[in-house]
T-cell receptor, first 117, second 114 residues
Framework: AQSVTQLDSHVSVSEGTPVLLRCNYS??????LFWYVQHPNKGLQLLLK??????LVKGINGFEAEFKKSETSFHLTKPSAHMSDAAEYFC???????????????FGQGTTLQVKP | EAGVVQSPRYKIIEKKQPVAFWCNPI?????LYWYLQNLGQGPELLIR????????DSQLPKDRFSAERLKGVDSTLKIQPAELGDSAVYLC????????????FGPGTRLTVT
């Protein structure tokens, strides 16, 4: 079965400093991985996705993530945090049964990013 | 392009009362999902529709929860009767198909059962 573990429930950074949100995955097959962001009272928004193409994936708002198979990791980074980045971030893996993608997303527990002025 | 629309945004009911949530997906999206998000946790899939067919409802508590997607467009999720533990955010999402295309999420309905 597929699963993701977000290693930090809360991350606090100062504006202008780098952001690192950590995620490890478990999957029987080559996984499809995503990062979603959830701002208060707003819907989840896709930041980026990895689907077995380039291992370094660039997303919206300056975020990127690197797929590392040897470490089973998919950490999210951003060089310089902005106040508007404060939100809840979810690492997500696509469910696979047999060798077929079911379309079901399996979410991590989430990481709250706080950005201090 | 309009996003996924959900209503109501907030609902407060007493336990044992019924409640219904409505979702209008993005036009042309064949696949519709209902997720449950408990406080401090990631969303969990309740049910997935492809057009009007429920293709994955294994996580839906069928003793009190029901859902429908008549005509393969709008969908309604119902709880009857509600319990205190049902207090959560109910999210609706849609995608063009069940593959690796992006799922677009609505703002959710926050349910409080007292």
């Amino acid at each position: 079965a597929q699963s993701v573990t977000q290693l930090d429930s809360h991350v606090s950074v100062s504006e202008g400093t780098p952001v690192l949100l950590r995620c490890n995955y478990s999957s029987s097959y080559s996984p499809s991985l995503f990062w979603y962001v959830q701002h208060p009272n707003k819907g989840l928004q896709l930041l980026l996705k990895y689907t077995s193409a380039a291992t370094l994936v660039k997303g919206i708002n300056g975020f990127e993530a690197e797929f590392k198979k040897s470490e089973t990791s998919f950490h999210l980074t951003k060089p310089s945090a902005h106040m508007s980045d404060a939100a809840e971030y979810f690492c997500v893996v696509s469910d696979v049964v047999g060798s077929s993608n079911t379309g079901k997303l399996i979410f991590g527990q989430g990481t709250t990013l706080q950005v201090k002025p | 392009e309009a996003g996924v629309v959900q209503s109501p945004r907030y609902k407060i009911i007493e336990k044992k009362q019924p409640v219904a949530f409505w979702c209008n997906p993005i036009s042309g999206h064949n696949t519709l999902y209902w997720y449950l998000q408990n406080l401090g946790q990631g969303p969990e899939l309740l049910i997935r529709y492809e057009n009007e067919e429920a293709v994955d409802d294994s996580q839906l508590p069928k003793d009190r929860f029901s859902a429908e997607r008549l005509k393969g467009v709008d969908s309604t999720l119902k709880i009857q009767p509600a319990e205190l533990g049902d207090s959560a955010v109910y999210l609706c999402a849609s995608s063009k198909d069940r593959g690796l295309t992006e799922q677009y999420f609505g703002p959710g309905t926050r349910l409080t059962v007292t």
